[in-house]
């Protein structure tokens, strides 16, 4: 009986551990509401804490936009998640760092809610991406690229640009454009 019920256990173990990626998670954007990113599963991700006031804002702002811009919508999307836990370079509140990067840098890819990144109080998104990579931020723009499925491919800090990040993208959705067009 006792083998039975250790079998089992270990059984609902891997099913639960199976079933659990990025996109399962349900967070808070910009402008308050829930957001499930179940809806971004099929597409490539890169998750991101950003920050307003870091000395990494602009090229990683300007070469985020340019890769969604290239990339997105329905292949890839950029997932910014700003913090101030990192040099407490985002003070602002969730809507005034919406208003400034999309004035700033023309942001058009999904921002959420400021969020903690690393410690007790980190969002549980963030602790799955730390979890599944082994990389923990230790600073702004810290980078995770997600794939279709919501399983983490690599992260990388800030002194990875976006720049080098680039062919690895490309190359997840040009898979995802082949797969499609075999399917049709």
């Known amino acids: 009986m006792l083998s039975v ?9 891997l099913n639960e551990a199976k079933q659990k990626d990025l996109y399962t998670f349900k ?8 957001v499930s990113l179940e809806k971004y599963r099929g597409s490539v991700s890169l998750v991101v804490n950003v920050a307003s006031d870091c ?3 602009e090229d990683h702002y300007t070469d985020l936009q340019q ?3 290239d990339f997105g919508p329905s292949h890839f999307n950029v997932l ?11 003070p602002g509140s969730d809507k005034d760092i919406d208003a400034f990067v999309r004035r700033v840098y023309g942001v058009s890819f999904p921002l959420f809610s400021k969020i903690a990144v690393v410690g007790t ?7 799955y991406l730390v979890e599944m990579s082994g990389k923990e ?5 810290w980078k995770y690229l997600i794939d279709t499925d919501g399983k983490v491919v690599d992260a990388w800090g800030p002194s990875v ?6 062919p690895k993208i490309a190359e997840m959705v040009r898979n995802i454009i082949l797969k499609k067009k075999e399917e049709l």
Not at 137 to 141: A, E, K, M, R
Not at 161 to 166: A, D, F, G
Request: some cysteine; glycine content about 8%.
């Open 5 to 13: 019920l250790t079998l089992l256990l270990i059984l609902f173990s």
């Open 137 to 141: 931020p230790d600073w702004n723009f």
């Open 67 to 69: 890769l969604q811009r």
């Open 161 to 166: 640009s976006v720049k080098e990040l680039r």
């Open 80 to 90: 910014a998640f700003p913090c101030n836990q990192f040099g407490q370079q985002e």
């Open 55 to 57: 000395g990494f804002t």
């Open 121 to 127: 109080g980190a969002n549980n998104a963030f602790k």
């Open 27 to 34: 967070v808070v954007n910009s402008r308050g509401r829930l």
